[in-house]
């Protein structure tokens, strides 16, 4: 029992009596309180599972493997949880005990076969009220081919948990494997006491400075960044749609080198990496107030490191393309911002939220609309004695953003993949934004003392297929007083910004103005002026 239980009421509900069913009741924390608001607005989708999948190849003890699953429940009240709402508040309902929910189901060794129940599996509901919230399945293709499912709510769990989950129940089935006892103990502090905590920081000083320096960060107006998409946005939508995914890898060389500008900076590869992404989103959109969102684990307090639970909080980072900096000043700049929410990182989201109270609507996430988020190589590794575990790839279903960039550093180089609402993009428009960020990393590492208006991003064949830039206009310091003058003026700022979208074909601002030039020298050259007819 942790600390807060010993401090609340164990307790029954009408459908508790009826199974003979304890619980102890604790307030919900607040990211729990914003993603039982998210799946709400979901509805029945998966969006916020956290599905695994694994294939084992090897003689597999089910025995074993169903009792250390069970010594993860028995030890971390976070998987015996589920949810209530009285009066309006969000609580958390904590069983004493509870059996893991454990099922194995046999098919024929086939493909396809195993691809269906992986994405029955992978949609198949929580009830957050009901519960459980955790739960692990075993599909059988042959005596030493299997695939194993461990499936939680995001709810009840985070990445940094993940990793706990998967360690544990390794050292779990190898105890069981070698006829020893698991051993291992809960955590001293759980989940609960975490939310305890939380309550009590919100109302010291600490926390009313991290709300300053946030109230500052993110002061004025938000920008709404709205990518050109192939197809119109809903504002009606009830949340983001379909998802899909692109993955694609970085130069490695290119990569390297910006790897030594970020050591150079005092930064880290993330940063650098962050900061082109900045760059690009300045270039799509032609804004120069760029917010991105990423997740931070929230652990930088000892005692919640060992302990499962929803722990990871979102911070946002907000850059000033204005004064069109070099890829160096932008850096810094990056570097300044990171170090400084790290500093302010246990505010939690929600409060930001409710400070800003954005006016955005279902259909655009409140703040920031996309996502960067970083990890290494194997962070879903884990083994069992005897078996052969490899991950398999789950299935999405819908998107949580517009737009996520996820980078993977490994040994050998970084892969990025883009999740995207496929209700917006096509695949073809998403391949090319990852053609584009491609070469603008290889820009960076040549010339990052460039002006970022000055960074390459169009492939090799976009630039062959580009007409001659027109020439600069005699006077830019005057403002422009016709349409077609600020439109010239606007395409020689953001000339790789995309300002025309059909179905999956784009033009940019400076092909767009090149070829208004030739159309402009064609109908002079036919001596056409004001009042002429073309039939």
């Not at 086939?110 to 509901?125: K, Y």
């Not at 990171?338 to 409710?354: G, I, M, N, S």
């Not at 590794?381 to 790839?393: D, M």
Request: hydrophobic residues 40%; negative net charge.
């Amino acid at each position: 029992m942790s600390a807060s239980q010993s401090e609340a009421t164990a307790t029954s509900g009408p459908d508790d009596e009826a199974a003979g069913q304890d619980f102890y009741v604790f307030p919900a924390s607040r990211a729990q309180k914003r993603m039982y608001f998210l799946q709400e607005l979901a509805g029945d989708a998966s969006t916020y599972h956290v599905p695994l999948f694994y294939t084992l190849t090897g003689a597999v003890d089910e025995q074993a493997l169903r009792e250390a699953a069970q010594g993860l429940v028995d030890r971390h009240e976070a998987l015996r949880t589920r949810f209530a709402v009285r009066d309006g508040e969000l609580l958390q309902l904590v069983s004493p005990e509870s059996r893991v929910e454990w099922r194995v189901e046999d098919v024929a060794d086939d493909d396809a076969a195993v691809e269906r129940w992986v994405r029955r599996e992978s949609d198949r509901p929580f009830d957050l009220l009901a519960g459980p919230l955790f739960r692990v399945a075993l599909l059988r293709r042959s005596a030493r081919k299997s695939v194993l499912l461990v499936d939680t709510h995001h709810i009840v769990t985070d990445g940094w948990s993940t990793g706990i989950i998967l360690a544990e129940l390794s050292r779990g089935y190898a105890s069981r494997v070698a006829g020893a006892p698991d051993g291992q103990e809960p955590p001293e502090v759980q989940y609960a006491d975490y939310s305890a905590w939380q309550d009590e920081w919100l109302d010291s000083a600490a926390a009313h400075r991290q709300e300053r320096y946030w109230q500052e960060r993110l002061a004025g107006e938000l920008p709404l960044l709205e990518l050109p998409t192939p197809r119109p946005r809903r504002q009606d939508a009830p949340g983001p749609g379909a998802a899909g995914i692109h993955v694609f890898p970085l130069p490695g060389r290119a990569v390297d080198t910006l790897r030594g500008l970020c050591l150079e900076a005092g930064g880290t590869l993330f940063m650098g990496l962050l900061a082109a992404f900045d760059v690009l989103l300045n270039r799509y959109t032609g804004l120069d107030d760029i917010l991105v969102g990423t997740p931070i684990a929230n652990r930088n307090r000892e005692e919640f490191e060992n302990a499962v639970g929803l722990f990871v909080n979102t911070t946002v980072f907000r850059s000033d393309l204005s004064a069109d900096p070099t890829f160096h000043e932008l850096l810094g700049q990056v570097r300044d911002r990171v170090l400084e929410a790290q500093d302010h990182q246990d505010l939690p989201f929600e409060r930001l939220v409710e400070m800003k109270n954005p006016e955005r609507g279902a259909a655009a996430s409140p703040v920031f609309q996309v996502m960067f988020g970083m990890n290494r190589a194997g962070d879903l590794s884990w083994t069992l004695p005897g078996v052969e575990v490899e991950w398999l790839p789950t299935p999405l279903s819908r998107a949580k953003f517009d737009l996520l960039l996820d980078a993977t550093d490994g040994p050998e180089g970084v892969e990025c993949s883009f999740e995207y609402r496929a209700d917006l993009f096509g695949e073809q428009t998403i391949g090319l934004l990852a053609e584009h960020l491609a070469v603008l990393v290889g820009s960076i590492a040549a010339g990052p003392d460039l002006p970022v208006s000055r960074l390459r991003l169009l492939t090799g064949p976009e630039l062959a297929r580009q007409a001659p830039p027109p020439p600069p206009a005699e006077d830019r310091t005057a403002a422009p007083a016709l349409c077609h003058e600020r439109f010239g003026q606007w395409a020689a700022r953001t000339p790789d910004a995309v300002a025309v979208v059909d179905g999956d074909t784009h033009l940019t601002f400076g092909r767009l103005e090149a070829r208004a030039n030739q159309l402009a020298h064609h109908l002079k050259a036919a001596a056409s002026g004001r009042g002429t007819w073309w039939a």
